[in-house]
């Protein structure tokens, strides 16, 4: 079993900065990350594998750098230049061998989200 802690999220405004962490325990498996806003369906920002392949989503590209320090199995989100509409809940994922998808039924383990609100 596999048990995702994330942590980082907050308030900022437009323009600004946040670092998401995402602590986990067990394997270290395939892992990315996801956001959900209001009325919105999950939709995946950026992932990455065991072997440092990463993806990301088109609207985050250039903004957004996933990362994972493996000697503290912790995954993290930097997220620069902070928009409106990344407001949402973030939500850390894990999964086997399916790095580094961005489609949420890949993935088989997830945390409980962390809030990011950008104000205009």
């Known amino acids: 079993q596999v048990q995702l802690v994330e942590s980082g999220g907050g308030s900022v405004q437009a323009g600004g900065s946040l670092r998401l962490s995402c602590a986990a325990s067990g394997y270290a498996y395939d892992m990315g990350w996801f956001r959900q806003a209001p009325g919105k369906e999950r939709e995946g920002v950026a992932g990455s594998n065991l072997y440092g392949r990463t993806n990301y989503a088109d609207s985050v590209k250039g903004r957004f750098t996933i990362s994972k320090d493996s000697a503290k199995n912790t995954l993290y989100l930097q997220m620069n230049s902070l928009e409106p509409e990344d407001s949402a809940m973030y939500y850390c994922?894990?999964?086997?061998?399916?790095?580094?998808?961005?489609?949420?039924?890949?993935?088989?383990?997830w945390g409980q989200g962390t809030q990011v609100t950008v104000s205009s």
């Open positions: 994922a894990a999964c086997r061998d399916c790095g580094p998808s961005l489609d949420e039924y890949d993935y088989n383990y």
